[in-house]
């Protein structure tokens, strides 16, 4: 399959709905860099910024900082790559991932995944985290204190990662990486200075499901995060 099919095949999905989403097994991914997925690593394991990510995993497995902790079954730290291209950062866990103590593993995790597929990455090769890492109860928006109490284990994870870029799914993960009230409608489609690293804002995948209007924009948002890439 060529290049330009294959993202064609993207494109009408993300247009028209997922029933059909299937990348070619067994293709590469990027036809004008075979071989060298987007996100290949960049340099070899780096035992201390495994150490800083193991350190927030083991704090936030005992942290009771804010009320969120009452309800969790269990803490969502986040996972992946140490070395990713890309970091990820959704809202909060759902009842899957507080159940399986996973990142983005429910329904909406199973369409984030084509998203990333879609950009030209691998999953296991970027990062994906919450702003918070306790399932607010019946899945209600965390609330600011609680986003507040939570931020500073996302930003040891973003220190220790480095990713080259930040996307921020959805609205709250936005605002709080941001520093801002806009909605994140006004924040997608363009490309975020945060402390030196791009950012990149775009809709939730929980919102998109549930309004194909997102699509195009969404889709236009990770076109733009593949360009991001093969430019950095
Ligand atoms: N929604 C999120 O924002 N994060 C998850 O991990 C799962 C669903
Ligand atoms: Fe701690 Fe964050 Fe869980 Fe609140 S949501 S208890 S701050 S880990």
Known sequence: MTKRSALDLIDDWLATGFKSARLPEGQPREADSPGAPLGARR????????????????????????????????????????????????????????????????????????????????????????????????????????IGACLPYLERQIAALAPRAIVCLGRIASQALLGTSTGVGALRGKVHDRRGIPLLATYHPSAVLSDQGLRAPVWEDLKRLKGLLRDA
């Open 43 to 146: 340099r070899a394991a780096d035992p201390a910024r495994q150490a800083a990510l193991d350190a927030v995993a083991r704090e936030v497995a005992g942290c009771s900082r804010c009320q969120l902790s009452l309800n969790r079954t269990r803490t969502v730290a986040g996972e992946g790559s140490i070395d990713p291209p890309v970091l990820f950062v959704g809202e909060g866990p759902g009842e899957e991932e507080d159940r399986t103590g996973r990142p983005f593993v429910g329904a909406a995790g199973r369409y984030l995944d084509k998203w990333i597929a879609a950009a030209g990455l691998d999953r296991r090769a970027c990062f994906i985290a919450n702003c918070v890492k306790c399932r607010p109860p019946q899945n209600r928006e965390p609330h600011p204190d609680e």
